[in-house]
C-alpha cells in the first residue's frame, strides 16, 4: 500500500474498528500524521496542529485497532497506550509484526493478492 492509498484508507474508515489493516497502511498514516503535526508547529500555527491532532484522533484509533486485528489480537490491546512508554514499546512491537497469513476472525487477509 502507497502513502496515498494509506492516507485514503484511512479517512474513508474514519470510525471503522472492524476489519484488518496492512502494516504499511498504518505506518504511513503515522509518517503523515507527525509529518503534518510537525509542519504545523514549525510555522507556528499551534491552535492547528491542536485542531488536526483532534481530527486524526480517531482514525488512529481505529487503524491501531485494526492492525491488532491483522495480528489475530483484540482491539482492547490498544489500551496499552494508556501505560507511558512501556505500553507504547509493546504496541510498536506489536505493529511491526507480520500479520497472520489467511484469513483469521477479523477477516480475510487484507495482504491477499497483493505484492506489497
Not at 20 to 37: D, G, H, I, K, Q
Not at 42 to 57: H, K, N, Q, S, T
Not at 93 to 98: L, S
Request: charged share 15%; aromatic share 16%.
Amino acid at each position: 500500500m502507497d502513502f496515498q492509498t494509506s492516507i485514503k484508507t484511512c479517512f474513508q474508515k474514519y470510525a471503522d474498528f472492524t476489519g484488518r489493516a496492512r502494516r504499511s497502511e498504518l505506518w504511513w498514516f503515522v509518517l503523515f500524521t507527525v509529518a503534518v503535526n510537525f509542519v504545523l508547529q514549525l510555522v507556528g500555527l499551534e491552535a492547528l496542529a491542536g485542531l488536526f491532532a483532534l481530527a486524526v484522533l480517531i482514525p488512529s484509533i481505529a487503524v491501531g485497532v485494526r492492525r491488532l486485528h491483522d495480528l489475530d489480537r483484540t482491539g482492547w490491546w490498544y489500551l496499552l497506550v494508556l501505560l507511558p512508554v512501556i505500553g507504547w514499546l509493546v504496541l510498536i512491537f506489536f505493529y511491526i509484526q507480520p500479520g497472520t497469513t489467511g484469513e483469521n476472525r477479523f477477516g480475510p487477509d487484507p495482504m491477499a493478492g497483493s505484492t506489497d
